[in-house]
């Protein structure tokens, strides 16, 4: 017997989250509501609600279907309706690209493994195995500096006059749906916030108890949010620009790998300044620096500082390096820091007075075995690695794997 759309709809939401692979989502797929309409050609969302047109789900398999719901609780996992505000207003046809990278690849792994369950909606999605471990805005940034010819995305972004995000008009090879972020109020988002964490700890608590594959789902929900509190108030606290400010939830690709995201700041912040103490505890700690410059380059997408001042320091200055958007990207875990001896953070601070750089604010990864300054010339934050101890003065927060 052929099932009908809304049936082939709700048979795959039910396989969906009765998979062991799957289950943990099954309380994102509750979240909003699913409409049947031609309004779009395919299938979209606004990060919250999914509309599914019957005629292209119709010539969907079952094992398709089960992709396409997958991809549109993908958005709402990583909340890309309402997160990193600056990047979706600048070109949102390349925002609506990047997201899809980052979505379509667990897709493309499970399709893989359970071909009998689940199918990518479309043969040429947008899939780059380039992206794995990717966060949206790091997608977006390459896209923007090299563009993808294999998926007709041009370098430098979309024309303006070709931005489509309402699914009416001509896409691009690859998207199977369209995306109208961006629609939702603040207290829509903040609900919705509320409503993804809460979905996050019930899909791992009840995956774990019917045998299904809750690591993904503990990860997101075991995520280390003690530090990533006080520095969104901190850098919230810091920006001098009169900008509406809107400070969503960090993407959740972010938050599996432990990463602080606020969607958007004052977009007319200033300098800003990184400390990485170097010296011997710091420098032998090669994982966390890589995980706290994901942080870094991350709070650059979002706050669109004029300039990122990095500072390397043991005892004495050993780097000094300036990021802008032409290379932040740069800012990863395979730099190779310089030093390894001992510890004085003064001095990195008296490098920015020194040479006149004048910075909004200004952040130092430190071990906290160091003299501290009497005075400071802007807020300053110190991400402590050592729990026991603490910054007389300035803000203190303390950070581990």
């Given at each position: 017997m052929k099932?009908?759309?809304?049936?082939?709809?709700?048979?795959?939401?039910?396989?969906?989250?009765?998979?062991?692979?799957?289950?943990?989502?099954a309380g994102l797929t509750m979240i909003g509501d699913v409409i049947m309409s031609d309004a779009i050609p395919t299938a979209g969302t606004n990060g919250r609600d999914v509309i599914f047109n019957p005629e292209f789900v119709e010539g969907l398999t079952q094992q398709q279907v089960v992709g396409l719901i997958m991809h549109e609780d993908g958005h709402k996992l990583y909340q890309h309706g309402s997160a990193w505000e600056r990047i979706r207003k600048e070109d949102p046809m390349l925002y609506n690209c990047a997201a899809d990278y980052v979505v379509n690849l667990e897709i493309a792994d499970l399709a893989k493994k359970h071909s009998n369950f689940i199918a990518m909606p479309a043969d040429e999605a947008l899939v780059d195995e380039k992206y794995r471990g990717w966060s949206t805005p790091e997608v977006y940034a390459d896209l923007m500096k090299n563009g993808n010819e294999k998926h007709g995305i041009p370098k430098g972004g979309f024309p303006k006059v070709t931005i489509v995000v309402d699914g009416s008009g001509e896409g691009i090879p690859g998207q199977f749906d369209a995306h109208d972020f961006g629609?939702?109020?603040?207290?829509?988002?903040?609900?919705?916030?509320?409503?993804v964490d809460n979905a996050i700890?019930?899909?791992?608590?009840?995956?774990?108890?019917?045998?299904?594959?809750?690591?993904?789902?503990?990860?997101?929900?075991?995520?280390?949010?003690?530090?990533?509190?006080?520095?969104?108030?901190?850098?919230?606290?810091?920006?001098?620009g009169t900008d509406y400010m809107t400070w969503a939830r960090p993407d959740r690709r972010w938050q599996a790998s432990g990463t602080f995201m606020p969607s958007s700041i004052?977009?007319?912040?200033?300098?800003?300044?990184l400390v990485i103490d170097t010296s011997g505890s710091i420098y032998a700690m090669p994982e966390l620096v890589s995980e706290f410059l994901g942080?870094?380059?991350?709070?650059?997408?979002?706050a669109n500082p004029s300039a990122l001042h990095v500072v390397e320091c043991d005892s004495d200055v050993t780097a000094h390096t300036i990021y802008d958007d032409s290379n932040v990207a740069d800012l990863d875990g395979k730099r190779v820091l310089r030093g390894g001896g001992g510890t004085d953070m003064r001095v990195a601070l008296d490098y920015f007075k020194e040479h006149n750089i004048n910075p909004e604010a200004i952040v130092v990864l430190t071990d906290g075995m160091t003299p501290w300054p009497n005075e400071l010339h802007c807020p300053t934050l110190w991400a402590i690695t050592e729990r026991h101890i603490s910054a007389p003065i300035g803000v203190s927060i303390h950070i581990e794997l």
């Amino acid at each position: 017997m052929k099932l009908s759309p809304e049936d082939k709809i709700v048979k795959a939401r039910i396989a969906y989250m009765e998979h062991k692979e799957t289950m943990q989502y099954a309380g994102l797929t509750m979240i909003g509501d699913v409409i049947m309409s031609d309004a779009i050609p395919t299938a979209g969302t606004n990060g919250r609600d999914v509309i599914f047109n019957p005629e292209f789900v119709e010539g969907l398999t079952q094992q398709q279907v089960v992709g396409l719901i997958m991809h549109e609780d993908g958005h709402k996992l990583y909340q890309h309706g309402s997160a990193w505000e600056r990047i979706r207003k600048e070109d949102p046809m390349l925002y609506n690209c990047a997201a899809d990278y980052v979505v379509n690849l667990e897709i493309a792994d499970l399709a893989k493994k359970h071909s009998n369950f689940i199918a990518m909606p479309a043969d040429e999605a947008l899939v780059d195995e380039k992206y794995r471990g990717w966060s949206t805005p790091e997608v977006y940034a390459d896209l923007m500096k090299n563009g993808n010819e294999k998926h007709g995305i041009p370098k430098g972004g979309f024309p303006k006059v070709t931005i489509v995000v309402d699914g009416s008009g001509e896409g691009i090879p690859g998207q199977f749906d369209a995306h109208d972020f961006g629609k939702l109020t603040p207290e829509e988002s903040k609900k919705l916030t509320e409503e993804v964490d809460n979905a996050i700890r019930q899909g791992a608590l009840m995956a774990g108890k019917l045998g299904g594959n809750a690591d993904k789902m503990g990860e997101l929900k075991e995520v280390k949010v003690d530090w990533r509190e006080p520095l969104e108030q901190f850098m919230t606290d810091v920006s001098k620009g009169t900008d509406y400010m809107t400070w969503a939830r960090p993407d959740r690709r972010w938050q599996a790998s432990g990463t602080f995201m606020p969607s958007s700041i004052s977009e007319s912040m200033g300098v800003l300044g990184l400390v990485i103490d170097t010296s011997g505890s710091i420098y032998a700690m090669p994982e966390l620096v890589s995980e706290f410059l994901g942080h870094m380059r991350a709070m650059f997408y979002a706050a669109n500082p004029s300039a990122l001042h990095v500072v390397e320091c043991d005892s004495d200055v050993t780097a000094h390096t300036i990021y802008d958007d032409s290379n932040v990207a740069d800012l990863d875990g395979k730099r190779v820091l310089r030093g390894g001896g001992g510890t004085d953070m003064r001095v990195a601070l008296d490098y920015f007075k020194e040479h006149n750089i004048n910075p909004e604010a200004i952040v130092v990864l430190t071990d906290g075995m160091t003299p501290w300054p009497n005075e400071l010339h802007c807020p300053t934050l110190w991400a402590i690695t050592e729990r026991h101890i603490s910054a007389p003065i300035g803000v203190s927060i303390h950070i581990e794997l």
